[in-house]
């Protein structure tokens, strides 16, 4: 089914664009922000807050749109997408934690920060789908589309057509009668000798 791409959908995601845009360019000032901070901790955790904003926003723009949001609980982005960038993160932050010195080492803490958009992603797609029609939408549709067409070929020259094609998809069955009196099977003769 093709959507029609009406002007205040174009609207839409032009905003949401624009939104990602903004937020990339105010990151920068953010992490500037964060990296003036001398606790460790606080900065760790104000980074990974930073990201996982940027997540939550790649989620709202790419599933932007005009109809109502679709609510479902996936378990296996919860187990192979949450979890995962979760005990990541929880190793960047907590110093006691598996990985954390590989995690939090030289790379400053990159996979981490990566981790954090994909946690910030993962959440809301893991509760909800986006903004899509409904299968009970769908199905609603399907059956008003049926009995339109259903009225349209009521009578006249469309019911006539309609008849036409029944008699044609359906060939007759021959059958065959004899004078005597026995028992015809339809579609079969009887040879007498």
Known sequence: MNKKNTSHEKLNLFFSAFLIIAYIICGYFFVSFVNTQSNELVKNILMVVIFAVFGLLVFYATRVGEKK?????SLVTL??????????????????????????????????????IALGYGIPYTFISGFETDTEDEEEEET?????????LEGGI????KDADE???????????????????????????
């Open 69 to 73: 949001i679709v609510k479902r609980f």
């Open 79 to 116: 187990i192979v997408l949450d979890l995962p960038t979760l005990f990541i993160i929880l190793s960047y932050i907590i110093g006691g934690f598996p990985l954390h010195e590989a995690i939090a080492g030289a790379n400053g803490g990159a996979i981490a920060l990566m981790a954090a």
């Open 167 to 193: 008699e044609i998809s359906e060939p007759e069955q021959p059958t065959y009668e004899s004078d005597v009196d026995e028992i015809v099977v339809e579609g079969t003769a009887v040879i007498e000798e």
């Open 144 to 152: 008003d589309e049926a009995e339109e067409e259903e009225t349209l």
């Open 158 to 161: 469309e019911a006539d057509i």
